[in-house]
């Protein structure tokens, strides 16, 4: 038991959509083995369960919820759903995330909608029926992933860009509204990842730009101050960290995690 109440997350009730692979993944399961009870959300309702079983394998508490962050319908029901049966929402982390590369000039206005869908539209919906839960309660973290793209542009990114522009407004938004519930609001902004997302735009890059993969991937690096990736694992450790900090002190905060590219 002291063990247990060691843990930074001890009997939390935490949400994480996209979480069945990548970064959400990883955040879900660094929650989980920090004590809180993990609903695991996203599109992919067998990779959702996976997670779920790969969680409770090592000892924890976790349960699959089939989301689809662009529905309201699913999105309410599925938090609905699980707040309902823990009795409480202390954490939401809206993560889901999709990529399309594409010049402004060439992208289609239904790939456009479809990205601000999944990223902003996703992320307003995780919000909205979070805060039904952490306002009354006057308690709950809200963190949202936003990106070095939330400072910056990069070509054929534009949609992206824009939606990552987007939620830390929408971070900055929830704060000033919610920061007297004691409710808080950051978003973390990472640099180069070597998520799914990432590892099906290099050989798309790498032949548009007629280099090496490699190339590529050290061309993103030369952006940063000591040429490291940011990884999955320090991620999650930001998100735990913004989750369990014992005071409001960082609110309506967009944290660059990037090595220090978003510097540029």
């Known amino acids: 038991m002291a063990e247990h109440s060691k843990r930074r997350l001890a009997d939390k009730v935490a949400v994480v959509t996209g979480a069945a692979s990548g970064i959400g993944r990883q955040i879900a399961l660094a929650m989980a083995a920090e004590g809180a009870i993990v609903g695991i959300a996203d599109i992919n309702a067998g990779g959702a369960q996976d997670v779920e079983g790969e969680i409770r394998k090592a000892g924890g ?9 662009r529905i309201e319908r699913m999105v309410d029901d599925g ?6 049966k823990h009795g409480r929402l202390d954490v939401a982390v809206a993560n889901a995330g999709i ?3 594409d010049t402004i000039a060439d992208v289609s206005f239904e790939h456009w909608k479809d990205m ?4 902003l539209d996703g992320s307003f919906l995780t919000a909205c029926a979070a805060l039904r839960y952490m306002v009354p309660a006057k308690r709950g973290s809200i963190i949202f992933m936003g ?4 400072y910056m542009a990069s070509e054929k990114k534009g949609p992206y860009v824009a939606a990552k522009h987007g939620i830390v407004g929408l971070c900055r938004a929830i704060a000033k509204e919610n920061g007297r519930h004691g409710i808080r609001a ?6 180069f990842v070597r998520t799914p997302l990432i590892e099906f735009q290099l050989p798309l890059l790498a032949k548009e730009r007629g280099v090496s993969e490699e190339e ?10 000591d040429g490291e990736y940011t990884t999955m694992a320090e991620l999650a450790e930001l998100a735990v960290f913004l989750a369990a900090f014992p005071t409001n002190l960082f609110n309506g905060q967009s944290i660059g995690a990037s090595h ?3 510097m540029l």
Not at 79 to 84: D, K, Q, R, V, Y
Not at 186 to 191: D, Q, R
Not at 216 to 225: A, D, E
């Open 61 to 69: 508490r976790a349960e699959a919820i089939h989301m689809d962050v």
């Open 186 to 191: 950051n978003t973390i902004c990472p640099g």
């Open 147 to 150: 990106s070095i793209h939330s």
């Open 216 to 225: 590529v991937v050290q061309g993103f690096l030369r952006y940063t101050v």
């Open 79 to 84: 938090i609905n759903g699980f707040a309902a």
């Open 260 to 262: 220090g590219i978003h």
């Open 99 to 101: 990529q399309h590369l």
């Open 116 to 119: 601000l869908a999944v990223h």
